[in-house]
Every structure is written in structure tokens, then in C-alpha cells.
């Protein structure tokens, strides 16, 4: 009898909190801050996820979702920011709103992407059936999804850091906590993927990102990628007064406003602006995992690989993540979550190759740029492909011999680094 009643009591309080429109940062005195660690001492937690990240949240919601009691530990105390280019593309935003976060809050809506480089660009739209991405801050989005997560009744426990994961479940504030399923969504350096005995993940060269808004009006309701030899600068609009400027390089540490200097179209167009934050900078890279889950714990987000944050997909990537491994929680099956991952990752890691080798080939880089300009309709079908709107193998082959026609047609006596 008791065991069937004391998850119910936990749901009510969980309930009566929402209601309250109480946000447990602080722990604060008051009668839901008792509510709740009355329900945290009551539970016994489905799928305790560890890291209350974006995505690590959103893990947390889509198994709530489900009807699964969920718990979600973080050393840190939210909003937590890190640096990130604060663009979700168009299949990370879908994956929001099946989780219910209301991501017209707050963000800004961008339509497309565009290249460009020395007065050369090329841009596209993202294909209808595919929607829009947004720019939106951070914070902003870790608020959003720290008050979903309240409302539909995960409990929080902030600035209180798992310390390990046994075989029952997880030690949490001196207390063993079983649980069915752990989730691994604490990032690039996982100590969750460390303790469950995963095998490390195999990296390639990772570069530099470094994150600053600035005061500026959006010239444009598209994200722009422009590129050089130093590496490339994303400007992403986050407000209808602000933009997020993120630069990644391979080259030793510069002041931002240096490497902003060298994408003189940037420069021109943040000429006077003044910064709207301070400047962030994080490791930039892509890595891979052979596997991501075992028999009772699962990775997600940077935890389980990344790719390189030029494709823009870690957040959508960790979003998608989130909604097949709550799938994989329902038909207890975490093989499912395993074919779901690769499955999502797969072209994102292969655009990520792609970028990457054709960035820092400046002859090639150009004749791409070229080519693509020439053929405008290829790069659109390229990003819809990149946002899966639909296969690679969409491309008909009359639009793929035009592209190479000019890709190889390009002059190289106009660009002195080939000759």
C-alpha cells in the first residue's frame, strides 16, 4: 500500500508547486521550497538525469512527458550560460515545441543561412516543410526550460552535485538514489561517462569559439557564416537589437574586437556598436562514441560526441536526442536511443567534415563559393538536406553537373594561394 501511495503524494506535490508558479533556484524558506523537499525525500525516481543544461532539461521534460518521475541534479544554479552561438535550427525548434517550451518567447526567428567571404556570397532559405530557426539567448532558453521542467513536475536539485553512479542508482547529497535509468548530460568532459566505464570519445582537431553580443540591429533575418583564413565568424540576430557574434579559430588567442577585425564586413556593420556582454570562449570540436548507452545508463548532449559548433546542430542535435530517449525509456529498450542517436548525428557529422575541410582550403573554399553562388539552387538543396527536410539523394543530377561544371570552371589564375 505505502509503495503505491508515496509516488502519488510526490506527483501531488509536484503538481502543487507548478501551480505556484514557485522557482526552486534558491531553496529558499516558504511552503512550496517544504512542498518540494518533502516530494524529493518522498520519490523514488524512473530516470534521475544528471546535468541541468538545456539539453539535460529537455531529456528531463520529454520523459516527464512520458509519465516517468524524473529527477535533475546540477552543481551550478540556473540560469547557467556557457558559450554556445545561440542559433536552433529548424528541427531542434519542432523538437521544442513537442516538449511544450514556448520558444516564440523571447527569440528571434531567422529564415535561412548565408556564406560569404571577400564581397562573395551565396544564401538560401530553409524549405517550408522545415520551418524556421530562432536566435535566442542562452539564459533566456535555460529559463524557459527550467519553468517547463516545474510545470509538468520534474524535481530540481541545484548547486547539489551527483558524486557517483553504483549499480542501484546514483549518491546524491550523501543519499543513495535508485533509479531505472541514469542519463549522462554533463557535457564535453563526463563524469557520468567516466563512472558507467564508457570507452572515451575519439576526437579530431578541436579549435576555439569565442561568443559576444553587440547592440546592432539584425541587417539581415538569416544567420550568416563569413569565412577566411583565420576560420569563420557566425552572426546570429538574437533580438530585434542585438546580434550574437561567434568567431572559431585554429590561431593563437586574440581579443575579440582583433578577430572581429578581420571580417571586415562584420567590422563595418558593428561600427559604433557597443557590446552587449561579456566575451566567452570554449573548446570547438567534433567527437564521436561508438556507443551511448549500456544497461542502464545513457548519454546525451556533448556528453555522448558532438560536432564542430560551425553546423549550428548542438543544441537541435541534444533536442532530438532528448525526445528518442524518452521513446526508449517507454519500450525500455535503450537500443532503440542508441540507433536513434547515430541516425541524428549522421548528417551533422558529415557536413561538419565537409565545412571543415573545405574551410580551411582557401583555393577550394573559393571555388566553392563560386559554385555554389552560380548554382544557388544546390546550396538550397544542401540545407535541406542539413536540416532533414529531405535526402541528399534529392539533388537531381542536372543541378549537381551544373555545381561541378562550375566548381571546376572557376579561374585559378584569379586566386594567387592556389597558383
Not at 533556484?25 to 524529493?40: H, P
Request: hydrophobic share 45%.
Amino acid at each position: 500500500m505505502a509503495r503505491r501511495l508515496l509516488p502519488r503524494l510526490s506527483v501531488v506535490f509536484g503538481k502543487l508547486c507548478a501551480l505556484s508558479k514557485y522557482n526552486d533556484f534558491s531553496m529558499g524558506s516558504g511552503s512550496c521550497s517544504e512542498l518540494i523537499l518533502l516530494r524529493w525525500w518522498l520519490m523514488t525516481p524512473d530516470v534521475v538525469v544528471v546535468g541541468g543544461g538545456p539539453v539535460g532539461l529537455a531529456a528531463a521534460i520529454a520523459a516527464r512527458l512520458r509519465g516517468l518521475e524524473v529527477l535533475v541534479a546540477d552543481r551550478a544554479q540556473p540560469p547557467i550560460d556557457k558559450p554556445c552561438g545561440e542559433g536552433v535550427m529548424p528541427e531542434g525548434v519542432s523538437a521544442l515545441r513537442l516538449l511544450g517550451v514556448p520558444v516564440d518567447d523571447g527569440a528571434l526567428p531567422f529564415y535561412g543561412i548565408r556564406f560569404t567571404e571577400s564581397g562573395s556570397s551565396v544564401e538560401a532559405c530553409f524549405p517550408a516543410v522545415a520551418g524556421h530557426g530562432i536566435g535566442i539567448r542562452r539564459l533566456h532558453l535555460h529559463r524557459l526550460l527550467v519553468a517547463r521542467a516545474d510545470e509538468v513536475g520534474v524535481v530540481s536539485r541545484w548547486r547539489e552535485p551527483i558524486t557517483a553512479v553504483n549499480r542501484s542508482g546514483v549518491e546524491l547529497a550523501g543519499r543513495n538514489v535508485p533509479c531505472r535509468w541514469v542519463v549522462g548530460a554533463d557535457g564535453r568532459e563526463s563524469r557520468v561517462r567516466r563512472w558507467a566505464g564508457f570507452r572515451p570519445p575519439s576526437n579530431v582537431p578541436r579549435r576555439i569559439g569565442f561568443r559576444q553580443h553587440f547592440r546592432a540591429r539584425p541587417w539581415t533575418d538569416l544567420v550568416e557564416v563569413h569565412w577566411n583564413n583565420l576560420g569563420q565568424a557566425v552572426v546570429t540576430p538574437t533580438a530585434s537589437d542585438e546580434v550574437c557574434i561567434s568567431v572559431f579559430t585554429s590561431e593563437p588567442l586574440s581579443p575579440m574586437v582583433k578577430l572581429i577585425d578581420h571580417f571586415p564586413e562584420i567590422s563595418r556593420r558593428l561600427n559604433g556598436a557597443l557590446p552587449a556582454s561579456s566575451v566567452r570562449g570554449a573548446i570547438s570540436g567534433s567527437s564521436s562514441m561508438r556507443s551511448v548507452v549500456s544497461e542502464r545508463v545513457a548519454l546525451i548532449g556533448d556528453a555522448s560526441g558532438s560536432v564542430d559548433a560551425l553546423t549550428g546542430e548542438g543544441l537541435s542535435m541534444g533536442f532530438r536526442h532528448a525526445l528518442a530517449l524518452a521513446e526508449a525509456f517507454e519500450r525500455n529498450n535503450l537500443a532503440h536511443y542508441q540507433v536513434a542517436h547515430h541516425q541524428i548525428g549522421r548528417m551533422p557529422e558529415r557536413m561538419a567534415r565537409l565545412m571543415l575541410f573545405v574551410g580551411a582550403r582557401a583555393w577550394l573554399r573559393r571555388r566553392m563559393l563560386h559554385a555554389l553562388a552560380a548554382q544557388s539552387q544546390m546550396f538550397g538543396l544542401m540545407l535541406g538536406a542539413h536540416v532533414g527536410a529531405w535526402s541528399p539523394t534529392a539533388i537531381r543530377p542536372r543541378v549537381l553537373a551544373g555545381f561541378v561544371r562550375h566548381l571546376f570552371a572557376w579561374n585559378p589564375l584569379e586566386d594567387t594561394e592556389f597558383v
